[in-house]
């Protein structure tokens, strides 16, 4: 089944849902940067977060920027993503391993730590970029992002992300977003509550093989959903090429790529976000360097 993003409405529209699996772009961003199991936890509910923010956004050169870092083990992970679900980012350690914590589970927490930030940056086309950010709350990253969305966008929000990992990689992946509107009740929102409470983990009802639509009605307890959007096929994908390195070469200064080609004659730079490796001759660095 192909990865998906899907949104609804429920209770006579004061309350949206997203709902998204991303099991295929999370074992892609798995595989490319040999990331070890609690990583891909944790890469992979962030880039699951970024999917679904990014298809929020209106146009397609709109552009959003995920960084956390918690001072743990595993580094400051990034995520960029824009409205068409396409999404590539980077984890700083990607190789670590941390024992299951004590449910048994991946210790996505004790590998982001808790000593740092959230940043969301939403680049669409206006002068200055928004930037929100919020303190980490548990490092287990659904739980912050529920908290970035109320203290630096005011929604009122549950947010639920998994990643199902086995010894043969990624077995399920995704998550979904609950907002409800201003004209939501009390009682709409302690119904939705219940529901979240009762079904459970994001990756295993997906492992059951749930459709999203299945989903959406068992997390807000709403058998009337009506569906709005469900044409965005997420993907993890990088545009780099050797252009864009030659500009990143440009940007270095005369003085370090005149040291590079006395020293070294040549040059490999290698893609953060999907390590693809581009070499550059001595003529070539000497060229850059002459415009």
């Known amino acids: 089944m192909a990865d998906k993003i899907t949104r609804y409405l429920a209770y006579d529209g004061k309350i949206s849902i997203m709902c998204a699996e991303t099991t295929k772009l999370v074992e892609e961003a798995r595989k490319i ?9 944790a890469f992979g509910r962030v ?23 918690g001072k743990g ?55 200055d970029p928004y930037i929100g950010v919020s303190a980490l709350t548990s490092g287990e990253i659904a739980d912050d992002f529920a908290n970035y969305l109320v203290k630096s966008e005011q929604r009122q929000s549950a947010v639920a992300l998994g990643v199902l990992v086995d010894k043969n990689g990624v077995r399920k992946s995704g998550g979904y977003i609950i907002n409800a509107m201003p004209d939501a009740t009390e009682e709409e929102i302690s119904k939705i509550e219940k529901a979240v409470f009762e079904a459970g983990a994001i990756s295993k009802m997906l492992d059951n093989n749930l459709s999203l639509e ?31 390195m030659e500009k990143a070469l440009e940007k270095i200064g ?34 850059i360097l002459n415009n």
């Open 33 to 41: 940067h040999d990331l070890s199991p609690v990583c891909t936890a």
């Open 47 to 69: 880039l699951t977060m970024a999917v679904m923010l990014g298809s929020e956004m209106k146009n397609k050169e709109d552009k959003l920027t995920i960084q956390i870092n």
């Open 73 to 127: 083990p595993i580094g400051t992970i990034l995520a960029t993503s824009n409205s068409k679900g396409i999404v590539k980012g980077y984890v700083a350690n990607p190789y670590i391993d941390l024992p299951l914590n004590e449910f048994g589970k991946l210790d996505v927490g004790g590998a982001v730590g808790i000593n740092g930030y959230l940043q969301v940056i939403k680049d669409i086309g206006l002068k």
């Open 214 to 244: 299945e989903i959406a009605k068992k997390v807000t307890g709403e058998k009337n959903i009506k569906v709005i959007q469900d044409n965005v096929e997420p993907k993890y994908e990088c545009d780099c090429s050797k252009e864009n």
């Open 254 to 287: 005369k003085k370090e790529l005149a040291e590079i080609i006395e020293e070294d004659g040549k040059a490999e730079i290698v893609c953060h976000f999907c390590n693809k490796k581009y070499n550059f001759s001595k003529e070539e660095l000497e060229k």
